[in-house]
């Protein structure tokens, strides 16, 4: 006894609090037991806790179920393994875990127990399988109550999210280092355990020897929360699969400091990334899931993006210049994720293109989803031929299924697989038992992770992502290409791809029209939605020039917009706006024709806006209408010039008549050859003939111009020029393209479907 008492190398206890919950459930207690399994009689003695809120009474049954549930690990036979479960059950216990005293009673009991059976504590295991929020309580807890002596290990496993940006990530790491210490920390990040399997497969060699065109990680998964899909898969996954696959790996794997100061090298290199970096989507039956999820009413909107591609460019010798596209999104046709690297190839085969030489090159580590059911790495013949490293966890494949993965058949690929794959929780538990840090992320990593993510994030929070359909019906509707260092979608997303049912299913969409933004819902939610874009624009404008100046349309379809901006009588800054005209009718202001009257009527008489921010054109000079030698374009330019900065006004208003005319801008109206005019004088083919109006270049200086189309007589024009690529002197609106500004289309259902 004393011989065997030893050779132990000390007693272990797990305690998994949240251990009746969903992961604990399907992952967590499979891991431990399959830790249990591979350590039994080497040395350590075990017990394990499973912690809840509910009281023993209640919350032992629970573990149990799930207990008996386990499945056994591959390697052990029927009969051994039922002896090691029995054992396994045996040693097992739940624990209410919901009070400091909770926490302490366990604690005593440890002591209890190692005191009773003459053991020596080789240390705690928490597994925090609970929301993140109570991270910092429970870790109070364990620090005020359940630590183990000094000579033994404390470690605490953490999910995430750590955060949501880089404060609220900082916010919790001080709270959490107030308690533990960061070696006592193990942050976990699964799909880091699924990639741990290539670790030992540099690509440096190959990335050295070969000249590396791109690089791609992608993944399509099934559940992120309201997080989105940046800060649930891309700040934490992905980020970590691109950083194992990417960074110095140093010459001994078991430096786990070198390992956590290569990583952090690697990503201190990356370059900055902002909207221009990246295209984000949102699942069409999202806005519906999030409504019945929150409890929200109808009119709730999120922009959380579900779909997002990023390219990202790092500034280190080895990779300069090559994109990496990482690529996420829920609802996507096909179940896959991999990290592929694609090679320049250099043979210029003029026949026989079937020839392997004539093939892609490339490097995919896969994870096993989609035709290829085990995770493994695939090199194209063409490339070079692996050597095996490390023979006894792998071995290479060689029958192949007649599929294609990216592109080439299995045959075109020499292909490794680990011998026994394991699952990744299973894996990281074994290295959270083993103290390999290595593999799971440092506070510093994950800091500067979110500083690399959050500038994104907070540039996309107004961004609306572009609505799919999700599935095969997405078609190239998320397709997105490199434009020098920036990416954009590679397809418009006209009126004819979205999904027709769309307008029954949510109230406001996105999409593209025209190559610009576009929003698209019924009528009233449309206006509202222009409104408070309206304000969020005239904010911005007062916010950094104390001014803003808004330059509006006349016609039948600003008729609703101006009403209900006259009901933001108190929340509009009316006091620091100025309104404009686009154009006006040659007649005076008084009659019902007159587009400063109906402005006049519909908005300026209900709000408080000082008398000298209203700037009508003046039409009727030295009582003439719209006489030449009156000069009253000159004078409206001259006014625009004195008030509006490099008069750019911040937010002109259109809209669309039938035959496409903007303004008072018609398919023969001759345009000034002083391409500085502002303001000119035109005729109409309708009446009244005679208008004054903004021109191309005034509205083309606008740092913001919406266009308002709504009702069903617009429906043909909308569709005609959705067809329409660029200019066409037939439709005078297609001359409207900011220079530097942003043009949005605000097209309601009616004008849109028709
Ligand atoms: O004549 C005009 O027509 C356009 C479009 O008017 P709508 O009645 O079809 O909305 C308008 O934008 C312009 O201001 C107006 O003078």
Redesign the pocket.
């Known amino acids: 006894d004393n011989h065997e008492a030893k050779k132990r190398l000390g007693h272990v206890t797990v305690v998994v609090v949240g251990g009746t919950g969903d992961l604990a459930r399907k992952y967590l207690w499979q891991g431990f037991f399959q830790l249990y399994a591979d350590q039994v009689g080497k040395g350590h003695t075990f017990s394990f806790y499973g912690g809840g809120l509910s009281p023993t009474e209640k919350g032992t049954p629970l573990l149990f179920g799930i207990l008996k549930e386990l499945a056994c690990p591959p390697e052990l036979s029927a009969e051994r393994c039922t002896l090691v479960k029995d054992q396994f059950l045996h040693l097992s216990k739940y624990h209410q875990l919901k009070t400091t005293e909770d926490y302490e009673k366990l604690s005593q009991q440890i002591k209890q127990q190692l005191g009773q059976e003459g053991m020596v504590e080789a240390g705690r295991l928490f597994y925090l399988s609970v929301p993140a929020f109570t991270y910092a309580d429970i870790a109070e807890k364990i620090n005020n109550t359940c630590r183990p002596p000094s000579d033994a290990w404390l470690r605490v496993v953490l999910e995430k999210p750590f955060g949501h940006d880089l404060y609220s990530a900082q916010a919790l790491d001080k709270k959490l280092s107030d308690q533990l210490k960061e070696k006592e920390m193990y942050r976990i990040d699964h799909y880091l355990g699924k990639f741990l399997c290539f670790r030992k497969k540099s690509l440096t060699k190959s990335a050295k020897e070969h000249h590396v065109l791109e690089i791609e990680i992608f993944c399509r998964i099934q559940f992120y929360d309201q997080y989105g899909v940046i800060r649930d898969v891309l700040q934490n996954h992905l980020t970590e699969v691109m950083t194992l696959m990417l960074m110095n790996l140093p010459a001994n794997l078991s430096n786990s400091m070198e390992i956590l100061q290569n990583k952090l090298n690697f990503l201190a290199s990356l370059q900055h990334v902002d909207n221009s970096n990246a295209v984000v989507g949102q699942y069409q039956a999202y806005n519906g899931e999030v409504q019945e999820e929150l409890n929200k009413t109808k009119d709730y909107f999120s922009l959380t993006p579900t779909f997002a591609g990023v390219v990202i460019h790092v500034d280190n010798v080895q990779y300069e210049g090559i994109p990496i596209f990482m690529t996420s999104g829920k609802a996507l046709d096909e179940r896959v994720s991999y990290a592929r690297v694609l090679f320049k190839n250099d043979v210029f085969c003029i026949q026989d293109p079937n020839n392997v030489q004539c093939k892609s090159k490339q490097i995919i580590f896969s994870l096993g989803h989609g035709n290829l059911q085990y995770p493994a790495i695939l090199i194209s013949k063409n490339l070079f031929k692996p050597e095996l490293v490390s023979s006894g966890d792998w071995k290479e494949v060689t029958e192949y299924k007649d599929v294609n993965v990216l592109g080439l058949p299995l045959s075109d690929y020499y292909i490794q697989s680990p011998v026994t794959p394991r699952e990744a929780y299973c894996e990281l538990i074994s290295h959270v038992f083993f103290g390999r840090k290595d593999s799971f992320i440092s506070a510093e990593g994950l800091l500067a992770s979110w500083a690399f993510w959050t500038p994104l994030l907070e540039g996309l929070s107004r961004v609306f992502p572009r609505v799919y359909p999700g599935g095969e019906a997405n078609g190239n509707l998320l397709n997105f290409q490199l434009q020098g260092h920036q990416v954009a979608f590679s397809h418009e997303a006209v009126v004819n791809v979205i999904n027709p049912g769309a307008k029954d299913n949510f109230q406001v969409m996105q999409g593209k029209y025209r190559s610009s933004e576009m929003v698209s819902a019924w009528a009233q939610e449309l206006v509202e939605r222009l409104a408070s874009d309206l304000l969020l624009a005239a904010e911005e404008a007062i916010r950094e020039e104390g001014q803003f100046h808004l330059a509006l349309?006349?016609?039948?379809?600003?008729v609703a917009l101006l009403r209900a901006l006259a009901l933001n009588l108190y929340t509009f800054p009316w006091r620091n706006t100025h309104i404009w005209q686009?154009?006006?009718?040659c007649v005076p202001h008084t009659e019902t024709g007159s587009?400063f009257r109906s402005i006049h009527d519909l908005l300026l008489q209900h709000i408080r806006i000082p008398y000298f921010n209203i700037h009508p054109m003046p039409v009727h000079l030295t009582q003439r209408l719209c006489v030449e030698e009156d000069g009253g374009p000159a004078l409206y330019e001259k006014e625009i010039n004195k008030h509006v900065n490099g008069s750019s006004f911040h937010y002109i208003l259109?809209?669309?008549?039938?035959d496409g005319?903007?303004?008072?801008l018609f398919q023969d109206t001759k345009l000034e050859n002083d391409e500085e005019r502002l303001a000119i004088l035109t005729e109409?083919p309708?009446k009244p003939h005679q208008?004054m109006?903004l021109t191309f270049t005034a509205i083309n200086r606008a740092r913001r111009v919406g266009v308002?189309?709504?009702?069903k007589?617009?429906h043909e024009l909308v569709s005609q020029l959705s067809r329409i690529k660029g200019e066409s002197s037939k439709y005078p609106i297609t001359k409207v393209q900011p220079k530097t500004g942003t043009l949005i289309w605000y097209i309601d259902y009616d004008a849109l479907l028709g």
């Open positions: 349309s006349g016609g039948s379809s600003p686009v154009d006006e009718r587009n259109l809209g669309v008549g039938q005319h903007t303004a008072s109409s309708i208008r109006s308002l189309i709504m009702g007589s617009k």
